[in-house]
């Protein structure tokens, strides 16, 4: 089973450059987030999204966007990325959340 | 003040050793309880749900006392494996809040 796929797992943007992550799961999951961590904060949570065609924002939406066109795929869009953004995002799906392997954003 | 603290750590114990974690959370209407348990800034992993009549796994003994909004969890004859960062997780209204984590260390 894969479980919750996130790609790309690093990524290197230079500022005001916009990127997506991808995210998809494969266990029917209705429940999807995304997260990010800096050392010494723990994991906030960016958005999430209680099914198709419905997201709402967490503790840190700003800069960022989401969409959940299908159940399986929750992408994660940075419109124009700032040195702030730089940290490990991570993807997860259902209750309890079941984890992507991140992806390590570094924002020069 | 964040909604859920723990004890940021590190916790350096020898093998064989029990240790115990603790978590307070600040919002009465928090739903569901979790320890999870993140290696080197690898994914977090599902450790184990927290119930208020108190819930063992092998080593493992969590328990919730919600009229003190207090979270726990055991581990008996710590292992070398045990070392890792574990997060104290509540669920309240469709979002889970994670608490900055407790660093242990297991050694020889």
């Known amino acids: 089973n894969a479980g919750v796929t996130q790609t790309p797992k690093f990524q290197v943007l230079k500022t005001g450059q916009s990127m997506t992550l991808q995210c998809a799961q494969d266990m029917n999951h209705e429940y999807m987030s995304w997260y990010r961590q800096d050392p010494g904060m723990g994991l906030r949570l960016i958005h999430y999204s209680v099914g198709a065609g419905i997201t709402d924002q967490g503790e840190v939406p700003n800069g960022y966007n989401v969409s959940r066109s299908t159940t399986e795929d929750f992408p994660l869009r940075l419109l124009s990325a700032a040195p702030s953004q730089t940290s490990v995002y991570f993807c997860?799906?259902?209750?309890?959340?079941?984890f992507g392997d991140g992806t390590r954003l570094s924002i020069l | 003040r964040k909604e859920v603290e723990q004890d940021p750590g590190p916790f350096n114990v020898p093998e064989g050793a029990t240790v115990a974690f603790n978590c307070t959370y600040s919002n009465s209407a928090s739903q569901s309880f979790f320890w999870y348990r993140q290696d080197c800034r690898k994914e977090p992993k599902l450790l184990m749900s927290v119930y208020s009549s108190g819930n063992e796994d092998g080593r493992f003994t969590a328990q919730l006392n919600r009229a003190s909004q207090y979270i726990s969890l055991l581990i008996r004859d710590s292992k070398l494996s045990d070392s890792a960062t574990y997060l104290c997780v509540v669920f309240r209204k469709g979002k889970l809040i994670f608490g900055q984590g407790t660093e242990l260390s297991v050694k020889p």
């Open positions: 997860a799906s259902g209750q309890p959340q079941h």
